[in-house]
C-alpha cells in the first residue's frame, strides 16, 4: 500500500445482516490479504484475512503474544498493575513460559474429562430451559439461558461460589465493553484479580475438588508457588468461559430461527448438532479481534513483509468466510463440517476451553430444539442491539415466545 493512500480505520463497521463481518474484510481477502490499519488510538497495525496466512501467522514462532512489546496493537487498554510478569495471563505469554503454564491446565480440558461433565451441564441447561417455559413468555434468552448456563458451568468448575456471578458478569462487560475508558478496565480487573486472591488463599487453606483447588496444588508441588500467577489464570479462564459461550448461545439461536430451513434440518435429525456447533462457530465468529500479536522479525506474508516490532491481527471472522476454504462461505449450512475452522484461534494458543464450549453448546440447542419446537423471535430483527464495540461480538437481549 502507498504512503499516500489513505488506511482504513479498524474496528469495521459491519453491514445490515447482523451475522455477518464487515464487507470490506472479503475486498480485503481477494486484494490485500495483508494490509494496513488505523486502530482507534492512531497507531497502526497489520490485518491478515485470508485463511492460510492467519493459520500460517498464527503458528508463526517469530510473532508474539507479549501484550507488553510497544508494538502490541492493544484494542483494550491494560491496566499499569497488569504489567507484573506473574499478572500475565496465558494468552499474553510465549514460549517457554506458555508451554509451561499452559501444561498445568491442559489436562483439565481433554475430551474425556469434559464428557465427564455432561450429565451436570444437561441438568443445569434442563434446569434454566424448563423455568424459562414454566413462564408465560416472551423471555429474555439471553437472561433466561445464555448467561447463567455458562456461568453456573465455569463457577461450578473452577470452584467459585456461584452466587458471586452477577458480580463476574458486571466486571466482564466492563473490561470487553468497547467504550470502556482506560480507568474502568483497570479498576474491573483489579476487583475481579482482588476476589480471585481472596478464593485463591481459601484453595491454599483447604483444597476441595474443583480447578482452582487441583491447579494450586500443582503449582505448590513445582515448590515455585506463585499465588499471582494461579489468580491469573483463573482470570482467563473464568472470563473466557462464560463470556464467549454466552455470546454464542444467544447469537447462535438467533441465526437459526432466521434460517428456519437449517433449523428445520436440526429439528428432523438432532444427530446434525454436533457438527452445526462448528459452523455456527465459523459463521459467527464471535472473537474476530482477540488474536492480536507482534511480530518479532520481519516476517513475509503473502508478498509483503510485516516488519519486526509492528503489530498485526489475524481476523478470524475474514479467514472463516474464505470461500477458497469453505465453498458458499457466506451460507449457514448445518451439514457442513468445518473443522478446519479457526474460530478457537490456531496455534499453540488455541482455546483451551474448545472442547468444554462444544459440549454445552450441544446440550443447549439440543435441548433447545426439543423442548421449544415453536421457538420464535418475540421482537422484530432491526430491533434488536449487538454488542459490536468490543472484543467479543454479540447480543445484548434475545426477546423470544414459543
Excluded at 480505520?9 to 445482516?17: H, L, Q, Y
Excluded at 423471535?377 to 434488536?384: F, N
Amino acid at each position: 500500500m502507498s504512503e499516500q493512500t489513505e488506511l482504513p480505520t479498524f474496528p469495521m463497521e459491519r453491514g445490515k445482516c447482523p451475522f455477518d463481518p464487515p464487507p470490506q474484510y472479503g475486498e480485503l481477502r481477494e486484494k490485500e490479504p495483508v494490509s494496513q490499519a488505523t486502530l482507534r488510538n492512531g497507531s497502526t497495525a497489520w490485518l491478515v484475512t485470508s485463511h492460510e496466512h492467519v493459520r500460517q501467522i498464527l503458528a508463526d514462532p517469530r510473532v508474539s503474544s507479549d501484550r507488553q512489546l510497544p508494538g502490541c496493537p492493544r484494542l483494550i487498554p491494560v491496566p499499569p498493575a497488569m504489567m507484573n510478569p506473574s499478572s500475565r495471563p496465558l494468552v499474553a505469554m510465549d514460549p517457554p513460559e506458555h508451554t509451561e503454564h499452559r501444561r498445568m491446565v491442559t489436562a483439565e480440558f481433554t475430551v474425556k474429562r469434559v464428557q465427564g461433565m455432561r450429565p451436570r451441564i444437561q441438568e443445569i441447561v434442563d434446569e434454566h430451559i424448563d423455568k424459562m417455559l414454566a413462564g408465560d413468555g416472551p423471555a429474555d434468552l439471553v437472561d433466561a439461558l445464555a448467561r447463567p448456563v455458562p456461568s453456573l458451568v465455569i463457577c461450578e468448575l473452577l470452584g467459585v461460589p456461584y452466587e458471586r456471578h452477577h458480580d463476574f458478569h458486571r466486571i466482564s462487560e466492563v473490561i470487553v465493553h468497547g467504550d470502556s475508558t482506560p480507568p474502568m478496565v483497570g479498576a474491573a480487573i483489579m476487583e475481579l484479580r482482588a476476589f480471585l486472591g481472596e478464593l485463591v488463599a481459601s484453595k491454599e487453606e483447604a483444597p476441595g475438588e474443583d480447578l482452582l483447588s487441583r491447579l494450586v496444588v500443582r503449582y505448590q508441588e513445582t515448590g515455585e508457588y506463585d499465588r499471582e500467577r494461579v489468580i491469573s489464570t483463573a482470570q482467563i479462564l473464568l472470563n473466557a468461559g462464560h463470556e464467549t459461550t454466552t455470546s454464542m448461545i444467544g447469537l447462535g439461536t438467533l441465526a437459526l430461527l432466521e434460517h428456519p430451513e437449517q433449523l428445520a434440518l436440526l429439528q428432523n435429525d438432532p444427530s446434525l448438532i454436533p457438527g452445526a456447533v462448528d459452523e455456527l462457530l465459523r459463521y459467527l465468529s464471535i472473537a474476530d479481534m482477540a488474536t492480536f500479536r507482534t511480530a518479532t522479525e520481519d516476517i513475509e506474508i503473502a508478498g509483503t513483509v510485516i516488519p519486526a516490532g509492528e503489530g498485526l491481527i489475524a481476523l478470524g471472522a475474514a479467514a472463516n468466510r474464505d470461500s477458497s476454504v469453505f465453498p458458499d462461505a457466506d451460507t449457514l449450512d448445518v451439514r457442513r463440517h468445518p473443522r478446519q475452522h479457526v474460530a478457537f484461534g490456531y496455534g499453540i494458543h488455541q482455546c483451551l476451553g474448545q472442547n468444554l464450549a462444544r459440549l454445552e453448546l450441544e446440550i443447549v440447542f439440543t435441548t433447545l430444539l426439543r423442548k421449544a419446537p415453536g421457538l420464535k423471535l418475540a421482537a422484530p430483527l432491526e430491533s434488536l442491539r449487538f454488542r459490536s464495540d468490543g472484543l467479543l461480538y454479540g447480543i445484548y437481549s434475545l426477546p423470544v415466545t414459543w
